[in-house]
């Protein structure tokens, strides 16, 4: 039975679209803040209900460092400066080729199928 499950799941998955997928997320949630985790949140549930696979439903937690959902306590909300992608994006000018030669292996490695 786990055999068929994980050929079943092995035919329908694309790696490299699994890669690209992770990468979008990551670019969404950059600055690490509870908007940007807001706006990947939507997305997803945009991605998932456009691909026919679920009814996503984004729920709102507190974000007060004292709720608790399971087993995890929510942490405290926090906002980043939208200026702060500014100046990360100056730091890679500034700095050339090492933080734009990284960003670049990134990318291509996340286009890459996963394992290759």
Not at 1 to 16: F, P, Q, W, Y
Not at 19 to 39: G, Y
Not at 70 to 96: F, K, N, S
Request: proline share 4%; hydrophobic share 45%.
């Amino acid at each position: 039975m786990i055999k068929e499950l994980v050929s079943t799941i092995a035919e329908g998955v694309d790696g490299s679209s699994a890669c690209k997928f992770a990468l979008a997320v990551n670019q969404l949630d950059l600055l690490f803040s509870n908007s940007a985790f807001a706006r990947s949140a939507a997305w997803i549930s945009q991605q998932l209900a456009e691909a026919g696979m679920v009814e996503a439903e984004v729920v709102d937690l507190p974000a007060d460092g004292r709720s608790r959902m399971q087993d995890w306590t929510m942490p405290l909300a926090w906002e980043c400066d939208p200026r702060v992608d500014v100046l990360i994006r100056a730091r890679e000018d500034a700095y050339g080729p090492s933080f734009k030669e990284l960003r670049a292996f990134v990318r291509q490695a996340m286009e890459r199928p996963c394992g290759a």
